[in-house]
C-alpha cells in the first residue's frame, strides 16, 4: 500500500499516484518548532531587552523551550518510513537544502540555550552542590543528586560578585544571539514550503515571516499557559502549606504576581498575534489581486473546500475571539487561559491548512483530495500519523518541563542580579 493512500479520499480528476502524503505530522513539525522559537523570544524580551516585569515569566519561559527543543524533531522521525535514518541530518549536516541544514541550526540553537541555562543556574547548582559535598553520611537519593549537581557546575565552583556578573553579560550576550537563531529555525520551515515552486498555495516569499510571527504568537501562548496551569498548582499547594510553614509564599501573593505577569504578557501576544494576522491576511488579498494561472483553483480551495477551517476556525475562532478577549480592559485569568487556548488552536489550524490544504488539489488543477484523520488506529502507520500519534507529541514536552523543572527551578530561585 502506497504512504498516504490510508488516509486520502480522492474527488474529480486526480493521478492515480498523487495522495496527500504529508499528514498530521507534517502539522506537529512547525507547530512544536514554532513553539519552541516562540518561547525563546518571550524569555529574551527579559535578558535581552529588559523588560522587568516579563523576569519571572522568562526564566520559565526558557526551560520550557529547551524542553520543546527535545521534541521539535519527533514528528518527523514519527513520519520517516525509516526513522533511523533521521540521525543523518544531524551526523552530516549542510546548507544545499533546508532540510539538511536543520542539523546545523538545531545542533547551533540546543547549544545556545543550554550554555544560556547553565549560566542563568550555576550559582544554584553550586548551593546545592557545595552543602551535599561537604555531608558525610548521605542517603543513596543525596548521593544520586550529589553526583547531579556537581556533575552540571562543570566544576567552576566561583560564585564571587564579579563572577556573577560575567554569568549575566553570558546570558545576555547568547540570549541576543538565540533569537536570530531561534527565527531561523522555525523559519526554515516556512522557507521549505515556500520553496516548492510545484505548489501554487505555498509559493510565496511571505511564507517564511508568516511561518516566524505564528511560531512567536503560539510560544507565547503555550508559555502562559503552562504558567497559569503551575501558578495554580502553587497556589493549592500554598494554601495546605500556610497552616505548618507560614514563611511560605501566600495564595494571595501568587495570586497577585500571577495576574500582573500574566497582563503584561498578553500585551506582547496581542501585539505579534495582530502582526501575524496582518501579514496572513496581507499574503491572501495578495493572491487574489494578483490573480496567477493556478489562482481559479486556489479560490475553489480557500473560499470553497476550505472555507471553514480557513474563515471560522483559524480565522474565527483562533483569531478574531482572543483579539476580542485579550483587547477587553481587565484581563482575568480565567479570560487569558480561554484566550491563549484558541490563540493555540488557530495557530494550529493555520499550520493545518498550509501543509493539509496546499495538497487539497490535485497537480492537474481539475481534481481535490481530502485527508481523513486517523482516530482509532488499527496498525502502526495509523498509529503515529493519527490522532494518538499527535498528542503524544504535543504531551511530550509538558512531561519533559516537570523533570527538567526538578533541576532547573523556574520560581524558587532568586536572580543573582
Known amino acids: 500500500m502506497v504512504h498516504g493512500e490510508l488516509w486520502t ?3 474529480l480528476f486526480v493521478t492515480p499516484n498523487e495522495y496527500i502524503y504529508w499528514s498530521v505530522q507534517i502539522v506537529m513539525y512547525p507547530f512544536m518548532t514554532g513553539l519552541v522559537a516562540g518561547a525563546f523570544v518571550l524569555s529574551s524580551l527579559y535578558h535581552v531587552f529588559g523588560i522587568n516585569k516579563l523576569r519571572e515569566i522568562a526564566r520559565f519561559a526558557l526551560v520550557f523551550s529547551f524542553a520543546l527543543l527535545f521534541v521539535a524533531p519527533v514528528p518527523i522521525i514519527l513520519h520517516l518510513q525509516h526513522p ?7 551526523m552530516t549536516p549542510h546548507f544545499t537544502s533546508a532540510i539538511a541544514a536543520f542539523g546545523i541550526v538545531f545542533s ?4 545556545i540555550v543550554a550554555s544560556e541555562l547553565w549560566f542563568l543556574y550555576r550559582k544554584h547548582f553550586v548551593d546545592v552542590a557545595l552543602p551535599l559535598k561537604e555531608k558525610q553520611d548521605k542517603t543513596p537519593a543525596e548521593w544520586l543528586k550529589f553526583l547531579v549537581f556537581c556533575t552540571l557546575t562543570l566544576g567552576v565552583y566561583d560564585v564571587s560578585e564579579d563572577s556573577l556578573k560575567r554569568d549575566e553579560k553570558a546570558i545576555k550576550l547568547l540570549a541576543g544571539l538565540g533569537i536570530p537563531v531561534a527565527c531561523f529555525l522555525h523559519g526554515y520551515a516556512g522557507f521549505i514550503f515556500g520553496s516548492v515552486k510545484a505548489n501554487a498555495l505555498w509559493m510565496t516569499p511571505l511564507m517564511p515571516v ?5 511560531a512567536i504568537v503560539s510560544g507565547i501562548a503555550l508559555c502562559m499557559l503552562t504558567y497559569i496551569l503551575t501558578m495554580e498548582i502553587r497556589k493549592f499547594m500554598a494554601k495546605r502549606k500556610s497552616a505548618s510553614a507560614p514563611r511560605h509564599e501566600t495564595r494571595e501573593e501568587l495570586q497577585s504576581a500571577e495576574v500582573n505577569v500574566i497582563r503584561m504578557t498578553a500585551k506582547y501576544l496581542l501585539f505579534f498575534l495582530v502582526f501575524a494576522i496582518s501579514l496572513e491576511l496581507l ?13 481559479d483553483v486556489l479560490r475553489s480551495v480557500i473560499y470553497g473546500k476550505d472555507f471553514t477551517s480557513i474563515f471560522i ?7 478574531l475571539i482572543p483579539l476580542i478577549l485579550f483587547l477587553t480592559p481587565g484581563l482575568t485569568i480565567r479570560r487569558a487561559v480561554i484566550g491563549v487556548m484558541f490563540v493555540l488552536f488557530g495557530v494550529f489550524m493555520m499550520r493545518w491548512n498550509v501543509v493539509i490544504g496546499g495538497q487539497a488539489f490535485s497537480l492537474t488543477f481539475a481534481g481535490y483530495m481530502h485527508y481523513h484523520l486517523p482516530i482509532i488506529p ?7 500519523e493519527g490522532l494518538f500519534g499527535a498528542l503524544g507529541v504535543f ?3 509538558f512531561v519533559l518541563f516537570y523533570f527538567m523543572a526538578k533541576i532547573f527551578p523556574v520560581f524558587d530561585v532568586k536572580e543573582s542580579h
Open 84 to 90: 533511523l535514518r533521521g540521525v543523518n541530518v544531524m
Open 378 to 384: 488499527h496498525n502502526i502507520e495509523t498509529l503515529k
Open 283 to 295: 499574503d491572501l488579498i495578495f493572491r487574489g489581486y494578483t490573480a496567477t494561472k493556478s489562482w
Open 210 to 214: 508568516i511561518f516566524i510571527m505564528s
Open 9 to 11: 479520499a480522492k474527488e
Open 395 to 397: 504531551i511530550m514536552p
Open 108 to 111: 547551533a540553537y540546543g547549544a
Open 313 to 319: 476556525l483559524q480565522y474565527g475562532i483562533g483569531n
